[in-house]
C-alpha cells in the first residue's frame, strides 16, 4: 500500500542506498540520523517508550528540559522527569537548561559519572517568556561570553559523555545569533550542533527557514549539523537533508500524537516506503496505550492529567471525533478514557489533513521578554541565577 503524503511532498522519493550516513555523536551511533526533540511536558520516558516502540530503538530519543538547579538541589519532580524507563539501556539523553555555569557543571558531572547518561544536550533554544526573561533558553546566545563559557564548562565536566547544544536562530530578525553559537559549540567542544530555524519572536509561526540550516552546515565544518523545523512527514525529512546538506534531523511537533512517524522515518531514510498511518481503532489503542505507560510512571491522577493533552492531537482530522474532545480534556481515570472513546468506529482512515496540521498552541509571533539592560550588556557574561523551577508542562 502506497503511504499517505500530503501534496506538497507527492513526488519526494525514499532514500537510495547509503544515501544518508549515520548520525555519530561521541561513541553514540544514530542510524537513520534522526532524534526526538526534546519538549518540555512531552519527552517524558513514556512518550520516549512509546516513539521507541515504532522505530524499535533505531532513533536518539532525548528527554524533556531539566533545570540544572532543581536537578542539583534534588527536586523530586524534576529527579522524575530526569529519570529513564527501563527500556532505557543505552543512548539514555538528557536535555539541560540553566544559566549558571558552575551549576550546568555540577548537573553535567552527576548526570555522566551517577546517572549513567549517554548524551547531554542543552537548550539554547526555549522561547518562552518565563525562561528568556531570566536569561536563559534562546536568550543565552545573544550573550556570546556567557555561552562559551557554560559550553566549555558543561564539556568538562561531562568528560567522555558527548555533549550537544540546540539554539534557534536568534532572538528575531534583527538580532541573528546562530552562526556564532555555532562557531563557539564547535570550538568548545560540542559533538553536534542543532538549530531551530525560527526566531524566538516567532515562537512556531510561519516556516521554518531552512536555508539557515544550510549556510549553518557551510559555517560548522567538523562536527554534525542537525536540521529541526516543520519535519510532519517522513518526506519532509528526505527533503530538509537533501536541501541543506545538514547530518541529521530532529522531530518536534511533528510526532504529537503521531508516534508512529519515527517508524515511517526510519523506513523512508533506509529506502524503504512507509506503511500509511492508522486507522481510527489503532490510533486509539495507541493513545490507550499511551495512558496507561504514563498511569505507571506518574501515577493514575497525574497520569491522566498528564495525557489529557496528547486526545486533541491524536484525534486531529477525524471526524466526529471533536465532540468527545471537551469531556477527553477533562478526563481524570484510564477507565474514563476507555469509556469515552468506546463507541468510536475503528475503520476510519487517516485523515490526509491531519498530516500537517498545527500542533502548538498557536501560530502567533511575540516580543522576546529580556531581563532589562541585557541587550546593552551583550559583551558581558555575567549570569543571573538560575530560576528555581521551570521543569514540566
Not at 545538514?246 to 511537533?253: A, E, K, N, Y
Amino acid at each position: 500500500m502506497t503511504a499517505l503524503r500530503s501534496e506538497v511532498n507527492a513526488d519526494v522519493p525514499v532514500a537510495r542506498p547509503g544515501e544518508f550516513a549515520p548520525l555519530v555523536i561521541g561513541d553514540m551511533v544514530v542510524d537513520p540520523p534522526v532524534v526526538l526533540a526534546p519538549m518540555a511536558g512531552i519527552t517524558n520516558a513514556p512518550f520516549r517508550s512509546l516513539c521507541r516502540r515504532f522505530s524499535q530503538d533505531r532513533c536518539l530519543y532525548v528527554s524533556e528540559m531539566i533545570t540544572a538547579r532543581a536537578f542539583v538541589e534534588g527536586h523530586a519532580r524534576t529527579l522524575q522527569l530526569a529519570s529513564f524507563g527501563d527500556d532505557e539501556k543505552t543512548r539514555r539523553s538528557i536535555q539541560l537548561y540553566g544559566t549558571n555555569p558552575e551549576t550546568l557543571a555540577q548537573a553535567a558531572r552527576t548526570l555522566a559519572e551517577e546517572w549513567g547518561v549517554h548524551h547531554i544536550d542543552m537548550n539554547f533554544g526555549c522561547p518562552v517568556r518565563k525562561v528568556t526573561a531570566s536569561g536563559g533558553g534562546a536568550a543565552i546566545p545573544v550573550k556570546p561570553g556567557l555561552l562559551r563559557r557554560i559550553v566549555r564548562s558543561v564539556v568538562k565536566s561531562a568528560g567522555e559523555v558527548p555533549v550537544t547544544i540546540k539554539f534557534r536562530k536568534g532572538i528575531d530578525a534583527s538580532l541573528l545569533t546562530y552562526l556564532e553559537a555555532g562557531r563557539i559549540g564547535e570550538g568548545e567542544g560540542a559533538r553536534a550542533v542543532a538549530l531551530h530555524a525560527r526566531t524566538a519572536a516567532q515562537l512556531y509561526s510561519g516556516q521554518a527557514d531552512w536555508s539557515a540550516i544550510t549556510t549553518l552546515k557551510e559555517t560548522v565544518k567538523t562536527i554534525p549539523v542537525l536540521g529541526n523545523g516543520d519535519i510532519f512527514e517522513p518526506w519532509d525529512a528526505l527533503r530538509m537533508l537533501r536541501e541543506t546538506g545538514c547530518d541529521g534531523v530532529v522531530v518536534g511537533r511533528g510526532c504529537l500524537g503521531r508516534p508512529w512517524l519515527f517508524g515511517e522515518l526510519c523506513a523512508a531514510l533506509t529506502g524503504e516506503e512507509p506503511q500509511s498511518p492508522p486507522d481510527l481503532g489503532a490510533v486509539l489503542d495507541t493513545m490507550t496505550t499511551h495512558a496507561e505507560l504514563l498511569c505507571a510512571f506518574f501515577g493514575e491522577k497525574h497520569g491522566m492529567q498528564q495525557l489529557r493533552k496528547f486526545t486533541g492531537w491524536y484525534l486531529k482530522g477525524f471526524p466526529g471525533t471533536k465532540k468527545k474532545l471537551p469531556a477527553l480534556h477533562l478526563v481524570k481515570t484510564l477507565d474514563e478514557m476507555k469509556a469515552l472513546i468506546a463507541d468510536l468506529p475503528r475503520d476510519v482512515p487517516y485523515p490526509e489533513v491531519a498530516l500537517r496540521a498545527r500542533r502548538c498552541k498557536d501560530g502567533k509571533t511575540q516580543e522576546v521578554s529580556l531581563p532589562q539592560g541585557f541587550l546593552e550588556a551583550r559583551d558581558e557574561d555575567l549570569v543571573i541565577d538560575d530560576p528555581e523551577h521551570v521543569d514540566g508542562g
